[in-house]
């Protein structure tokens, strides 16, 4: 389906839901359509640089709007969390985050970003003992050395990994899911389960000690 109802989308979608009746859907790719904004979206009623979806189009087409770097042509590609919306042309670029509200929110960067936070979400042997590590956002990386874990986190620049973070005690972490969404706090400990039970996570945030599921945590640098 390409198209959805305004008034059935999402609630992380930020969007007045009586300015038309229908939306475009995210398209299959990097993201779930349930953690994904359009570029349509993004370009109309985040970033207002354009009024309807002809001039969205227009403007993609003319190779004006980078996610990560590349430059993206259609309008209903899939944009999710951490990932970096470019315009060089206005030099401004933003960060797909969630507010502590649940809602889809642009981060403005100072200026056009290199590197990127990504989360691994599996990792696999390949053969002649080669380890590949898959990313959040779809990508898949081979590496050197198997030191890295699933629920880390590695930081991207023109397709090589700069820094390594660990999923571990004193980590900063930010909650991507849960009623704590969009919440930034210091790891405080792991706590694992044997068989079907979700591992669980301890973190110190601003309005004190919560507890939520291990998947929902992802590394950071420094406190946004």
């Known amino acids: 389906m390409a198209h959805l109802k305004r008034l059935t989308v999402p609630k992380s979608w930020s969007i007045k839901k009586k300015e038309t009746t229908f939306i475009a859907t995210p398209m299959p790719g990097p993201h779930k359509k349930s953690e994904a904004l359009t570029l349509n979206l993004i370009l109309k009623d985040f970033l207002k640089m354009a009024n309807t979806t002809r001039e969205v189009k227009r403007i993609l087409h003319q ?18 969390v951490m990932d970096i919306v470019s315009i060089p042309e206005l030099n ?20 056009d970003p290199k590197e990127k936070y990504c989360k691994i979400i599996g990792k696999h042997i ?12 779809g990508k898949n990386v081979l590496v050197d050395k198997d030191t890295y874990k699933v629920g880390d ?7 090589k990994i700069k820094r390594h973070m660990k999923l571990e005690k004193g980590a900063l972490i930010y909650l991507t899911g849960g ?15 044997k068989g079907i039970e979700n591992d669980r996570i301890i973190m110190e945030t ?6 939520t599921l291990k998947d929902y945590a992802f590394v950071i640098e420094m406190e946004w």
């Open 153 to 159: 986190t590695i930081v991207m620049a023109d397709g």
């Open 206 to 211: 601003k309005e004190g000690k919560i507890e």
């Open 92 to 111: 401004e670029s933003h960060r797909i985050l969630f507010s502590e509200k649940g809602k889809f929110i642009l981060q403005k960067l100072p200026s």
């Open 179 to 193: 009623k704590h969404i969009g919440a930034t706090g210091k790891l405080l400990d792991i706590k694992k389960f």
């Open 63 to 80: 190779k004006k709007v980078f996610v990560d770097g590349i430059p993206r042509l259609e309008y209903r590609f899939p944009v999710g």
């Open 126 to 137: 390949l053969p002649k003992k080669r380890v590949q590590v898959n990313l959040y956002d």
